[in-house]
């Protein structure tokens, strides 16, 4: 789907958002995927071997360039605590202000409670 439309995303992002919408939408249940979902956190262990691997493989790139690796996952762990904060901040202001229009409205009445 990112090649055939083109999208400034990866993949894997497009997966996800587009898993996220089908179960939105009632598509696919959640249920659906218990198992598979706890097989893979019972053998998630096994999913950091390759990454691990590859650190152990390029040691020398890591130790010429600790500093600005360092460096770079502090600036990436603020801004993305920043960024979460603001968007809560954000996200409960908008459930705030959408709740108390809500409250304001009277409660609508059938004809038949009136009578």
Not at 24 to 50: A, C, T, V, Y
């Amino acid at each position: 789907m990112q090649s055939i439309l083109h999208l400034p995303l990866t993949g894997s992002i497009v997966g996800m958002l587009f898993l996220f919408i089908v179960i939105q939408l009632g598509w696919i249940r959640i249920s659906w995927g218990d198992e598979g979902s706890s097989w893979l956190q019972s053998h998630l262990q096994l999913l950091f071997i390759p990454p691990t691997v590859g650190i152990i493989n390029h040691f020398d790139f890591f130790t010429a360039n600790t500093i600005l690796l360092v460096l770079g996952l502090i600036i990436s762990t603020l801004v993305t605590c920043l960024l979460s904060a603001k968007i809560s901040e954000w996200l409960m202001a908008w459930k705030s202000s959408h709740q108390g229009k809500k409250e304001a409205n009277p409660c609508q009445h059938s004809s038949s409670e009136l009578e």
